[in-house]
């Protein structure tokens, strides 16, 4: 349902985030397989905003459209240069929003708890109740570092104060300022007009817009937030934390879904997973980007998954590894300690254990034995590997690419194959076998006397 009012978004993304201690901006360390900014952004695009800006620091200046995750919102990209606070910060956007009508909200990329839902909710609050300048709220038995805000009498804002200017008394409340700014467009970047560096840190607050609206006569309005919803990160420590929540909401939705995980707190999804009804995941099974799942799989204890496609009633590992560009059709089975990269394994292929896949094309009903190795790679340049429908290809086999088997062939264990197989044949490459009889008790006995040899050396 779109809004009473045109909404545009600010998103702050300039922080440099010392507390890190990384080469990379904040905003762009991952979670759950997505960028922190990401987060914020997926949540700001389910609000279809009319203008969206995106305020990085000079670190990110050459940051592309496609770092920035695709979306359906077009936003341009202002760069803060001086790092003078979020009143600095929110100024960038000036030139995006000029013109613009409306609502603006202002929030910031390193919180991607907040959710699409509890943006909406805040939004239609504060334009249902005409109010000119609203912010977000949360209470706390431990106020710490965040900024105060006091009311007046009917419960409305009157001014925000940050814990570093704050006097006793001030430090003594524990509603707490979520961060979260919706104000008219007009009179936001107004006031922020008006803002001054008058405080402990010298810098410009958007915080300080609050009292400034009410010296205005201005309406303003606080809402009560979920303070999960506002977690903001700020170290490793904090990032592993969010980490944990993104999980378990990814985990919840994934079983709601009709999925079953046997030990769910030990599964590692990523935000874009999709695994289809009746599958079952058993315990630490690790997702990647760009993974689906088909309904009714078994995914085995350790494995990985990167980049593949599976289809329905597919049993992969335990501790099987599929890489980037894998397609299991319907009915496959890839076993305990097997890799696939960029292969497709047709309908009821199997390669059940020990076995490396790459660059290859797997007929269905295909068999590869225990250490069968699709050699792709000269040095080079890598090559494919095509194996027909019903192939058996015997254990402990090198098919050196570029090599195609035919349907229904059949190659001998421990056979190295350079040249194509015709269909239906029988091929077997293997060394001359020697055989020495009534030697072997001679050959350990030599090999004790050196042992023995060199025991007694070592003594010395």
């Known amino acids: 349902m779109p809004f009473s009012h045109p909404l545009n978004v600010v998103i702050l993304a300039a922080g440099k985030g010392t507390r890190m201690k990384s080469a990379t901006p904040k905003v762009f360390h991952s979670a759950a397989g997505r960028s922190l900014l990401g987060w914020v952004l997926a949540a700001v695009d389910g609000l279809k905003p009319e203008r969206l800006a995106v305020i990085v620091g000079p670190e990110a200046e050459t940051v592309s459209a496609a770092e920035l995750d695709e979306r359906s919102t077009d936003f341009s ?49 504060t334009m249902d ?42 430090l003594s409340q524990t509603l707490c300022n979520g961060g979260l700014m ?5 009179v936001l970047f107004d006031l922020l007009g008006q803002t001054n560096d008058q405080n402990a840190a010298g810098e410009f607050y958007i915080t ?23 977690a903001g990160v700020n170290s490793r420590a904090e990032l592993a934390a969010v980490e944990a929540v993104l999980q378990q909401r990814l985990r919840a939705a994934m079983m709601d879904g009709g999925v079953t995980m046997v030990a769910p707190e030990t599964v590692t999804l990523c935000y ?19 993974v689906r799942v088909g309904a009714g799989c078994r995914l085995r204890a350790g494995s990985y998954f990167e980049g593949a496609e599976v289809g329905a009633s597919v049993i992969v590992g335990p501790m099987a590894r599929l890489r980037e560009g894998t397609v299991l059709d ?52 890598k090559h494919r590997t095509v194996i027909g429908k019903g192939a058996f290809i015997g254990s402990n086999s090198a098919l050196v690419a570029p090599v195609a088997i035919g349907d229904g062939a059949l190659v001998g264990a421990g056979s190295t194959i ?43």
């Open 129 to 170: 109740d005409k109010a000119d300048v609203a912010m977000t709220v949360f209470e706390t038995a431990e106020p710490g570092r965040y900024g105060r805000v006091i009311l007046d009498a009917q419960g409305r804002p009157l001014e925000i104060v940050e814990a570093k200017d704050a006097t006793p008394e001030q």
């Open 272 to 290: 874009d997973t999709e695994v289809g009804a009746d599958t079952v995941i058993e315990p630490n099974v690790f997702f990647g980007p760009g």
């Open 182 to 186: 919706l104000a008219r467009n007009e």
């Open 330 to 381: 319907d009915a496959v089975k890839v076993g305990n300690f097997v890799e696939i990269k960029k292969a497709h394994l047709a309908e009821g292929a199997k390669a059940p254990h020990l076995t490396y896949v790459g660059d290859a094309d797997v007929g269905a009903r295909a068999n590869l034995g225990a250490g069968t190795i699709t050699c792709n790679y000269d040095g080079v340049n």
């Open 418 to 460: 350079t040249e194509d197989v015709p269909a239906d044949a029988i091929v077997t490459t293997r060394g001359t076998t020697k055989t020495k009889t009534a030697a072997a008790e001679r050959y350990r006995d030599r090999l004790r006397t050196i042992k023995a040899r060199k025991q007694a050396a070592e003594r010395k």
């Open 77 to 125: 990209i202002a760069v803060q240069h001086e790092r003078k606070g979020t009143g600095h910060a929110t100024m960038q956007a000036t030139e995006a929003l000029s013109g613009a009508t409306g609502y603006t909200l202002v929030l910031y990329a390193d919180t991607p708890l907040v959710t699409t839902e509890a943006l909406r909710a805040f939004i239609q609050d």
């Open 208 to 230: 300080d817009i609050v009292a400034l609206a009410r010296k205005a006569n201005l309406r303003t309005r606080a809402s009560m937030f979920d303070q999960t919803l506002l």
